[in-house]
């Protein structure tokens, strides 16, 4: 059974979205209690210390203050945003703008980003089949079309494959997203995994296509491009690896470009990883 407080915060999100279109203001309203909520759930005593405390704004800012420890960066942002957007929309606007319908959807979306990320329990993603076609997984907002439609563009005509709206595309990608933060590897560690599991030795070199292959069944969740560009970086003798930020935690130095394939990175034999111009 859902915990209490966790329905409740569920809630909050379906009905700010339930009313984003007709009542805008009381969906930022709920998106408020969405954000006094979290802080509830996440800081340790800002229920019964609020209780206590005069100056109510003030010791919710400071309990706020206090997730940036608790919360991933880029939650705390989205965080921050869905609070900012609802004291703007709670307050009188001289110039008469009010928040728009993009910002409301953009609240909502990241209010779902945060609430994945504190009550996410599921398994293995590995063990769960991955929907690779966006209207398979996301209904349009904009269409109006369903889970297993096609967009369908204003004469009616159905859209082509990958050419659905722009608003569905940015689902399928949170929905790729949370799929990530499930798994347990990074995909720096996702290509030490994946040249163990191939064992191609010393000799044996692997193409873009294979490494390509082989994420699409072990790990379909990572774009293709990003597995591109971390075959590039994971490349020792390569100058374009130098054009990306490389995480001093990670091991990257794993492959060597001969044309374009890849091998085996061979520290006794191989020159030096390129690390500078």
Not at 120 to 128: A, E, F, L, T, V
Request: aromatic letters at 10%; one cysteine or more; a negative charge.
């Amino acid at each position: 059974m859902v915990d209490t407080r966790e329905s409740r915060i569920q809630t909050l999100i379906e009905t700010a979205e339930s009313l984003s279109e007709e009542f805008p203001e009381s969906a930022l309203n709920s998106l408020r209690k969405f954000v006094e909520a979290v802080v509830i759930e996440l800081v340790p005593d800002s229920e019964e210390s609020g209780k206590n405390q005069v100056d109510s704004v003030h010791q919710m800012n400071n309990n706020f203050s206090r997730l940036k420890k608790i919360l991933p960066t880029r939650e705390y942002y989205y965080l921050g945003f869905i609070r900012d957007m609802g004291n703007y929309a709670s307050h009188f606007q001289d110039d008469g703008v009010d928040p728009s319908e993009q910002d409301i959807g953009y609240c909502i979306y990241a209010a779902k980003e945060i609430f994945h990320w504190m009550y996410s329990k599921s398994p293995s993603n590995k063990d769960i089949e991955f929907i690779f076609e966006i209207h398979n997984e996301v209904s349009c907002q904009l269409c109006g079309s369903k889970i297993g439609e096609m967009c369908k563009k204003k004469s009616g005509e159905l859209v082509a494959k990958n050419c659905e709206h722009t608003i569905r595309k940015r689902g399928y990608s949170a929905y790729k997203r949370n799929i990530q933060k499930d798994y347990s590897k990074t995909i720096n560690e996702c290509f030490h995994e994946m040249i163990d599991a191939m064992k191609i030795g010393d000799e044996g070199q692997i193409s873009h296509d294979d490494i390509w292959k082989w994420f699409q069944e072990n790990y379909p969740a990572f774009s293709k491009s990003s597995i591109y560009t971390h075959a590039m970086i994971m490349a020792t003798n390569l100058k374009s690896r130098l054009h990306h930020k490389m995480s001093p935690n990670n091991d990257y130095d794993l492959l060597f470009a001969v044309g374009n394939n890849f091998r085996k990175y061979r520290s006794e034999t191989d020159p030096k990883p390129i690390t500078d111009v």
